[in-house]
């Protein structure tokens, strides 16, 4: 079995920053992906952004520049630095990973989401 343990959410001011973690636990073979996607209030689930095992990034475009998707692999933890927040990056933040337990046999898993809320 793998776990996804997210922490580092909170209230912060217009501006501020915040750090997501995102620490893979279990079975693990390989990591391949790491990612966080978002939830705001009456809001579809939207990929925020994404990072592969050999370090590309991709980020969606109204976080580029703000955000930057960083990976331990020697802990197989991921981070998210959310920087210059904005009142519309309010949402639960959810990590995912996709990750192979056995070689060639990977599966995505679901962190257990994070609030985040960007208010005065």
């Known amino acids: 079995q793998v776990q996804l343990v997210e922490s580092g959410g909170g209230l912060v001011q217009p501006g501020g920053s915040l750090r997501l973690s995102c620490a893979a636990s279990g079975s693990i073979f390989s990591v391949n992906i790491m990612g966080w996607y978002r939830q705001a209030p009456g809001k579809q689930r939207e990929l925020v952004a994404v990072i592969t095992s050999g370090g590309s990034t991709n980020y969606d475009d109204s976080v580029k520049g703000r955000f930057t998707i960083s990976r331990d692999a020697a802990k197989n933890t991921g981070y998210l630095q959310m920087n210059s927040l904005k009142p519309e990056d309010t949402a639960v933040y959810y990590c995912?990973?996709?990750?192979?337990?056995?070689?060639?046999?990977?599966?995505?898993?679901w962190g257990q989401g994070t609030q985040v809320t960007v208010s005065s």
């Open positions: 995912y990973a996709i990750i192979s337990s056995v070689p060639g046999s990977p599966n995505t898993y």
